[in-house]
């Protein structure tokens, strides 16, 4: 995949996104401020509106760099600082590569995992988006290649979310709700999980294949 | 609760409007958003950018110190909270003069989380930022876990020597070597006589009795080392110091600045009593003040008490103290 073709990837993928948004506010306004919804939907807004002004030819790092910085400003909270660090990290992995290979995907969901757990102070079990995105970027590892490496990630993050839903929150907003946080689904580890699913429904064969 | 406020929440927008009522000549908001702060001359090209931030409720830090040989601007927080990482942000792309931005505030947790975001998100604007962490209050960690040690009034020593440096066109590089220096050298221990109450939920910070002080208690009333019966200034100045001294390691012949600081509700003249005996101890071991500030520089609203800093001091620390400096609540001439 190269510059441009992760672009319109990411595109595809965000449209589907952003029609999780209102789940998203709904579950962040249980157990946080609730503005992970407009965080979402402004954002993912705003980083295809990035991507349409990128010339053709760009390099995948700096796809990525336009999301995070259009991420970053469209609705400024501290889980859109979050993703644009961990985006940020992931792609100082990419560095100058035209051609993203599975190996340098897994390179890069791991690193932008590790960002939000340093910068975050948080590791899996906090319920957090990390509870997710860890187990994703490992079952990744697992598989050289193939359509079955997105299933896998997305079957790891489900598990993910549904473990964290009986842990008790941690760090952020949350943490304050103490063990009322407890049987509630973690808004930021869910997120991850519907850009998983959005971007396999946006982008597998059949749908690109109808579309 | 008695206090001279309007509404509570109100609190820091309004003590910020009026120090930019104050002081239009030496500060600016240069956006929407007034919790965001930078000097009147900001960006000045080509110099390297320092900004500072942190919770409000410690005036003079971390607003008082923005200005000419200091800090180029400031992030502000709710009372003892972290400002968030976007208003950390605006105020990095505020003073980028386009020789980098070095966040220097103190080692708080919140604080450290928002402006790491903020490195981020600088560095998604092209703009290059170095972390140095104000960590001088020795009660707070042993000595070898220095590095976990909180920021508390010695910051101001680092501020200083690091806006000189700036101002003379030092390197970011350089500027973050010269502050880290100078955290490195420099040792601060409080005691604490009565507690702040907080505007917002009219609490006191942490509770003391009418006859106890308590040695080493940060500013947030977190807890210090010692809590015992009121002792006499002479008492308290030798705790303190030799906890200083025996922390620097400094020695006859040594040169050093001291900063005896009140916490908000002590007045001046006890700290000049606490700066008389500080004189005697330091004489007698044969160490000379080369430099000294007294009075209040880091406070916790109205809590009582005072803190004593000292810096260890060589030529090149010397002369960027006493470089010119210029804000609203402090000056070098």
């Known amino acids: 995949m190269n510059g441009n073709e992760l672009s319109q990837a990411i595109q595809k993928c965000l449209v589907v996104f952003t029609e999780h948004a209102d789940e998203l506010g709904d579950l962040d306004q249980a157990l946080g401020d609730g503005d992970l919804g407009i965080t979402v939907s402004l954002g993912a807004q705003a980083a295809i509106d990035a991507l349409q002004l990128l010339p053709a030819e760009s390099k995948p790092t700096e796809v990525v760099l336009a999301c995070a910085k259009a991420f970053a400003n469209a609705n400024p909270s501290t889980m859109a600082a979050l993703v644009a660090g961990a985006l940020l990290a992931g792609s100082r992995v990419w560095a100058d590569t035209e051609t993203i290979t599975p190996d340098l995907v897994n390179t890069f969901a791991m690193a932008a995992s590790e960002s939000i757990s340093q910068r975050g102070k948080s590791q899996v079990g906090d319920k957090t988006i990390l509870d997710a995105m860890f187990p994703a970027a490992e079952a990744l590892r697992d598989i050289p290649s193939g359509p079955e490496r997105l299933d896998a990630a997305i079957e790891a993050a489900e598990r993910g979310v549904i473990t964290s839903k009986e842990l008790q929150s941690r760090r952020g907003r949350a943490s304050w709700l103490q ?6 689904q973690d808004p930021g580890a869910t997120a991850f999980l ?7 429904a946006a982008n597998s064969p059949a749908r690109t294949a109808v579309s | 609760m008695k206090k001279i406020i309007n509404e509570p929440q109100a609190f820091v927008d309004e003590f910020v409007e009026g120090i930019l009522l104050a002081h239009p000549t030496l500060l600016k908001a240069p956006g929407q958003d007034r919790r965001v702060l930078v000097r009147a001359d900001a960006p000045v090209a080509g110099k390297v950018g320092i900004i500072t931030g942190g919770g409000s409720g ?4 971390f607003k008082g110190y923005v200005g000419r040989g200091l800090c180029d601007g400031v992030a502000i927080g709710n009372v003892f909270s972290s400002p968030s990482s976007a208003q950390i942000l605006e105020t990095t792309k505020a003073v980028d003069g386009g020789a980098g931005v070095l966040y220097l505030y103190g080692n708080y947790g919140g604080d450290v989380f928002n402006f790491d975001l903020a490195t981020d998100m600088a560095e998604l604007e092209g703009i290059r930022t170095m972390t140095v962490l104000g960590r001088d209050d020795v009660a707070s960690q042993p000595k070898e876990r220095a590095t976990d040690r909180r920021g508390v009034a010695g910051i101001f020593f680092a501020y200083k020597a690091a806006g000189a440096a700036a101002e003379r066109g030092d390197s970011l590089d350089q500027v973050a070597a010269v502050a880290e220096d100078i955290i490195e050298h420099t040792a601060t221990m409080g005691v604490g006589l009565s507690p702040t109450i907080l505007p917002t939920t009219g609490k006191p910070s942490f509770e003391l009795a009418d006859d106890e002080m308590e040695i080493g208690i940060g500013i947030h009333g977190e807890p210090g080392i010692h809590r015992g019966t ?8 030798e705790h303190l110091v030799e906890r200083l001294i025996t922390d620097l390691g400094t020695a006859t012949g040594d040169r050093v600045a001291v900063l005896v600081n009140g916490l908000g509700a002590t007045p001046l003249e ?3 009593v606490l700066f008389r005996r500080t004189h005697q101890i330091l004489e007698g071991k044969g160490i000379t003040i080369a430099k000294n500030y007294v009075g209040e520089y880091a406070t916790s609203l109205e809590m009582a008490g005072a803190s004593i800093s000292l810096l260890l001091l060589d030529d090149e620390r010397l002369a960027l103290l006493n470089a010119p400096a210029e804000s609203p609540f402090f000056r070098e001439v």
Do not use: C, N, V
């Not at chain 2, 410690?58 to 830090?61: K, N």
């Not at chain 2, 009121?230 to 100045?237: F, N, P, R």
């Open chain 2, 230 to 237: 009121l002792e006499t200034a002479d008492e308290i100045a």
């Open chain 2, 58 to 61: 410690h005036l003079p830090l």
């Open chain 1, 179 to 184: 063990d009322r946080s407890i049987g509630l």
């Open chain 2, 270 to 272: 006890e700290l000049y």
């Open chain 1, 194 to 200: 519907r850009f998983l699913q959005s971007w396999k």
